[in-house]
């Protein structure tokens, strides 16, 4: 069982950053693979990025290829999700998910789920 908290969500302007945080419990963190999700008002979830166990592979949408960045430190239990110039189209509730076995995208291949951090990005 794996219980996730995310943290870091909040409001900035067009072209702003954020770093959203996902905290872990448990003593198995290192061996799931990691991602990050949202889901914008009157749409679906979406997958944004995800990681590998060891860091050493990383997934990423699209939409924020070469503005999101994500990486964990296994350590601290912690995944994070590095925002840079943010656009409106980006608010949304931003969820972390984990999954043992490979990095995929698909929302139905993540297990355990946290409760999601809102981020609005104003333009």
């Known amino acids: 069982q794996v219980q996730l908290i995310e943290s870091g969500g909040g409001s900035v302007q067009a072209g702003g950053s954020l770093r959203l945080s996902c905290a872990a419990s448990?003593?198995?963190?290192?061996?799931?693979?990691m991602g990050w999700f949202r889901q914008a008002p009157g749409k679906e979830r979406e997958f944004v990025a995800a990681?590998?166990?060891?860091?050493?592979?990383?997934l990423y949408a699209d939409s924020v290829k070469g503005r999101f960045t994500i990486s964990r430190d296994n350590a601290k239990n912690t995944v994070y999700l590095q925002m840079n110039n943010l656009k409106p189209e980006d608010t949304a509730v931003y969820y972390c998910?984990?999954?043992?076995?490979?990095?995929?995208?698909?929302?139905?291949?993540?297990?355990?789920w946290g409760q999601g951090t809102q981020v609005t990005v104003s333009s």
């Open positions: 998910a984990a999954k043992p076995g490979i990095v995929v995208a698909r929302e139905n291949g993540y297990t355990y």
């Open positions: 448990g003593r198995s963190f290192s061996t799931y693979v």
């Open positions: 990681i590998h166990r060891n860091g050493g592979s990383t």
